[in-house]
């Protein structure tokens, strides 16, 4: 009925973005908005990180689709020293991970089994670039994972309706719960993806924020290392999603090599490659200096104190929060304040509560259905602005400072 050409397949603007454009009509309004909702640290970018960018800036050409040979050596050093044993051969980058996702469920078709609740990008990007979601619960506190049973039944049931399903996201550790799936699980969802032949994405972009470094992240690379594509990028643990530069690390053997010629395909006709200053940088990221090392530590450090202190104070109120282990979120549930809430504020959902907090506190977060979820629950960031000084600089040097 609109005037404007309609494609046949149509998502609204993300939920993150648009929580930022309510923010910015507050602050316009002159409201002082404090900006929980957005996926990002709020840290600077490290000096020198920003200095490699700098020296690679007189980058000008075109190269190749999987990135330079520097950074596909620096991501594949970064993935081996993680116990995931990586060749170069095996990288691509891109610009960003969530273009890479796009382009890795564009490239398997079917439907996309995801997580419940989980990243708000992956439903919408498995209904524009393939056959939709197919959503699965996760196990009780373990977010980010499908529960391995009812995986099964579910693509059991829609094969058996005729559909095509082709894979499964992981995100570990989980957006939105900031939970950290075990390895029981995992290895568990392993055997099932490889019953049921299902190309496995692990979505490890906040790997180096699981707040015990010496918890061992599960990733399904190391037990279905056949079917697993992982991926990263420098957006969260480095605060650089502003950059847009990610990675991916593709199976060895023939799913791999289908899948890494479909992903090249569609980046060639997208983006051609990632950009050149920003693979520069990235290659040193991820050759892991020390000091970046060092700054990704304070800041993990920095996460895990705030979201603990804000869990205890929603517990506190009365709500039910998973206990937070990586990422920087917590995801209150306020179901069992469901009566205060509604009969005190007339709130019903969690839209409502959402919309309650900007307006009337200047609180801005996200509401659990962006993640396909229960009413009830939100998701916060846990900023260091909570705790600590005015700047992220003055939150930095807080931690370093000795007890
Ligand atoms: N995956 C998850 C779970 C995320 O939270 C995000 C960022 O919000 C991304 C992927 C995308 O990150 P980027 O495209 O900046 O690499």
Avoid at 22 to 49: N, Q, S, T, W, Y
Avoid at 135 to 154: F, I, K, M, R, Y
Avoid at 316 to 337: N, Q
Avoid at 390 to 399: D, S, Y
Wanted: glycine share 10%; hydrophobic share 40%.
């Amino acid at each position: 009925t609109g005037s404007r050409p309609s494609g046949a397949r149509r998502v609204p603007l993300s939920p993150t973005l648009a929580i930022n454009e309510a923010m910015a009509r507050k602050r316009r309004e002159g409201v002082r908005v404090l900006p929980l909702g957005f996926g990002e640290a709020g840290l600077p970018i490290h000096p020198a990180l920003a200095r490699e960018l700098a020296a690679g800036s007189d980058r000008g050409a075109y190269g190749p689709v999987a990135g330079s040979a520097a950074l596909r050596a620096a991501a594949a050093g970064y993935w081996s020293r993680r116990g995931l044993p990586t060749e170069p051969g095996m990288v691509v980058s891109g610009p960003g991970s969530k273009a890479l996702l796009f382009g890795l469920v564009m490239s398997l078709g079917g439907e996309i089994v995801i997580p419940t609740p989980s990243w708000v990008s992956y439903a919408a990007q498995a209904t524009l670039a393939a056959e939709g979601a197919l959503q699965v619960a996760t196990p009780p506190g373990e977010g980010g994972v499908p529960s391995p049973a009812l995986l099964a039944d579910a693509v059991v049931r829609a094969r058996g309706q005729g559909r095509r399903v082709a894979g499964v996201v992981v995100t570990l550790p989980d957006n939105p719960t900031g939970t950290l799936a075990s390895e029981q699980t995992v290895r568990r969802l392993c055997e099932v993806a490889r019953e049921l032949d299902l190309v496995i994405i692990s979505d490890e972009i906040y790997r180096d924020l699981v707040h015990d470094p010496s918890r061992q992240v599960p990733s399904p690379a190391a037990y279905a290392p056949e079917r697993t594509v992982v991926t990263t990028a420098l957006s969260k643990h480095l605060a650089a999603g502003g950059w847009r530069i990610g990675v991916a690390r593709l199976p060895e053997g023939p799913i791999g090599e289908t899948l890494r010629a479909d992903l090249l395909g569609v980046g060639s006709e997208i983006w051609s490659s990632a950009p050149a200053p920003m693979q520069h940088a990235a290659a040193y990221a991820f050759s892991e200096p020390p000091e970046l090392v060092e700054r990704v530590d304070r800041s993990r450090r920095l996460h895990a104190v705030v979201a603990g202190a804000v869990t205890a104070r929603f517990e506190a109120a009365g709500a039910r929060v998973p206990s937070p282990e990586g990422a920087f979120y917590v995801y209150p549930d306020f179901e069992p304040l469901r009566e205060r809430l509604a009969a005190d504020h007339g709130v019903r959902t969690g839209a409502d509560l959402t919309g309650l907090l900007l307006e009337r506190y200047g609180v801005g977060v996200l509401p659990g259905v962006a993640f396909g979820d229960d009413e009830q629950a939100l998701r916060m960031r846990v900023s260091s602005s909570l705790l600590y000084g005015e700047t992220e600089e003055q939150r930095l040097a807080a931690l370093a400072t000795p007890d």
